[in-house]
């Protein structure tokens, strides 16, 4: 179901969504709530320590929740971006009663917030899990907030990112709480020059060509599917498409420009993935084949093949669900606001009463430095997502 406003607001509020003051306090709600989250999720430590573990994860996907929530809040709510979710009917009644590995294509800067975003409405997103470079967990805020939950971060070292893998999940086969492995198969986001080079490792590979995605790396998604067969139920083969092909950032976000997403879901029972090296690499490539085939539909008539009804369309079935945004992520915004804003504008009144101008200049000056913070966290996706090489042949395994 669609939801949210028209794709641009309206002079005085959209004047509000662009206004740098507005951003800078934007960002020290995003930060000042993050630390004190981080906070609350280090005292938790204690309850692991004292070998309760399944209560220290209860706790920590409510607390990861009430920070994580803020990037649903600035999407639908902030920007008004519009996400259509399409999936079998059938399928999307089971979605957030198992857990699933969600494979995500990577074209925008943003994917994995439209992740987070579905999460949200399917009541998931506080026991997301991802694969991510060991220095976002060293990041402030969110990487510290991950680390907390028991993200899987490697080096892009085999011998060391295997061990680590493959412990972390034996962890997860001990969750009692379902979740979503979030994987990107590409390792890294399309650019023109990484397609180049992906595109003649799949010639000399013999493998389909690809339009618009960069060739799967097979390795994590074998480790994955191979490692948690006993503790999840399927594969979550997920694309992205921004309607009239458009590249949004995590800035426009920011400055309230609002997106129309598609986000088809088809849903694959883990028993049908091959279980072999080799069947389960052929497999993830002809998904995403099948994959690209539907995002260069999407290209060409702005949404995925849902309405044809003809026999060789795999998408028959498919529909539009029902799944609004949710309120929990607007009302916790709402009191972060209130929280944090109140005593900030009460001490800069009170230092302007009493004309100690040269106190609100500093607290100015660390409003901006939070501000720039809080961009470069909001970047990080994007930086993260493209900076890594598609450069040496065996990487792509």
């Not at 600035?74 to 079998?88: D, I, N």
């Not at 009144?349 to 501000?371: D, E, K, Y």
């Amino acid at each position: 179901m669609k939801v949210g406003p028209n794709n641009e607001s309206p002079g005085f509020i959209a004047s509000i969504k662009s206004n740098s003051l507005v951003h800078v306090l934007l960002a020290f709600v995003f930060v000042v709530s993050g630390l004190i989250v981080n906070i609350l999720q280090a005292m938790t430590m204690i309850v692991w320590w004292i070998g309760n573990k399944d209560l220290y994860r209860t706790l920590n996907i409510r607390l990861a929740y009430l920070h994580w929530a803020l990037i649903p809040f600035l999407s639908e709510w902030w920007a008004g971006v519009k996400v259509t979710l399409y999936m079998k009917p059938d399928d999307f009644r089971k979605v957030n009663k198992e857990s699933g590995i969600v494979v995500l294509n990577h074209k925008y800067d943003m994917d994995w917030v439209v992740g987070w975003v579905v999460g949200d409405r399917v009541k998931i997103l506080g026991n997301a899990k991802c694969m991510a470079k060991k220095a976002l967990s060293y990041v402030p805020l969110l990487g510290w907030s991950w680390r907390f939950c028991e993200y899987i971060f490697v080096k892009r070292n085999l011998e060391n990112d295997t061990k680590t893998i493959l412990t972390a999940m034996e962890t997860l086969k001990e969750f009692k709480h379902y979740y979503w492995m979030l994987i990107f198969c590409e390792g890294t986001r399309y650019t023109e020059k990484k397609y180049k080079l992906s595109m003649e490792i799949a010639e000399k590979k013999g493998l389909k060509p690809l339009k618009h995605h960069l060739l799967p790396r097979t390795r994590g998604f074998r480790m994955m599917t191979q490692g948690l067969r006993s503790s999840a139920s399927c594969v979550y083969d997920s694309t992205i498409y921004v309607k009239d092909n458009k590249t949004p950032t995590l800035i426009d976000l920011l400055h309230g420009k609002s997106f129309d997403i598609d986000f088809l879901v088809i849903r694959v029972p883990l028993e049908e993935v091959p279980d072999d090296d080799e069947g389960c690499a052929a497999y993830l490539h002809e998904m995403y084949y099948k994959k690209d085939c539907d995002f260069d539909h999407c290209t060409k008539f702005n949404g995925f093949p849902i309405t044809d009804g003809g026999e060789g369309n795999r998408l028959q079935g498919f529909t539009a669900c029902d799944c609004p945004r949710r309120a929990e992520c607007l009302w916790i915004a709402i009191s972060w606001m209130v929280l944090v804003l109140s005593p900030l504008f009460y001490y800069i009144w009170t230092l302007l009463i009493n004309g100690a101008l040269f106190q609100v200049a500093a607290i100015g000056v660390v409003l901006l430095i939070v501000s720039f913070i809080f961009k470069k966290i909001m970047a990080q996706g994007a930086v993260s997502s493209s900076s890594s090489s598609y450069g040496a042949e065996k990487k792509v395994n």
